[in-house]
């Protein structure tokens, strides 16, 4: 099982991140335990405050703890992996010890 996340820009300047593949996989990981997340929406101001731990805000938003070590990507709608999805808070903290 792969997740593929679709992330879009709206009219008004808003990012979308949405689903595309492995919806029913993550609806039987979650459960009942959480309600099914149908889309995360940021402002462009979000997204570049958090380029560098987008992985933990998709995480949070999708409920991606319940499928640990499940791989995912995130594309744009030209179908291109976008690379700030793989970053996260605690990349480096190992590094600082």
Known sequence: MILVFLER????GKIELTLRQGRDELKRAIGSKFPFPEKLVLTKEQREENKDNMKDLLAGAFC?????????????????????????????????A
């Open 9 to 12: 820009e709206l009219p008004g």
């Open 64 to 96: 991606l703890q319940e499928l640990e070590g499940v791989p995912f990507v995130v594309q744009n709608e030209k179908g291109e992996t976008l690379e700030d999805y793989f970053k996260s808070a605690y990349d480096n903290i190992g590094d600082k």
